[in-house]
């Protein structure tokens, strides 16, 4: 009976705490309309890039956040709906997949509608995708500025 009662707080505790960390994830993500505040408090400037995408029906917004120094950009898009944003997601991380060279180190982490891809190449490049709902978030930087990039997208919690 005691092992019974013990399997079900452990079950319900488990259940709360997964609760509670979606709902911290989900709280954490910017929407559309914080990307741009976020970035350029964070000394990035932000260009709407919609008309980069216009041939993309699926694409409601888009944004470009550079570096202040130039030394790389992060692309925010936020799609019509979830299943737009994994087509694309998809699309895409074939299109990284085939960039790969031998030695490259690839990471791939996918938990309910979040998902991450990134590779590290021999050529000196870290490139990472990553979906959240209906959003988007891509980059192509040199590898010395990896932690940095990273660092800015667990801000913004991607």
Known sequence: MKKKILKVVIIIVIICLSI?????????????????RVM???????????????????IVHAY????????????????????????YFETEKEALNKTKDKNAVVNYSALNDNEKYSINTDSNHYK????????????????????????ILNKIGY
């Open 40 to 58: 350029e408090n964070n000394e990035f400037k932000v260009e709407n890039v919609i008309s980069k995408y216009e041939k993309n029906s699926d």
């Open 64 to 87: 470009e956040a550079t570096e202040k120094d130039n030394k790389y950009a992060i692309t925010y898009l936020e799609f019509t709906s979830n299943n737009a944003a994994t087509d």
């Open 128 to 151: 990472t995708l990553s979906k959240i709902a209906n959003t988007v978030v891509y980059f192509d930087v040199e590898s010395k500025y990896s932690e940095e990039v990273v660092e």
């Open 20 to 36: 509670a960390i979606l709902a911290f994830i989900s709280d954490k993500v910017l929407n559309t309309s914080d990307f741009p």
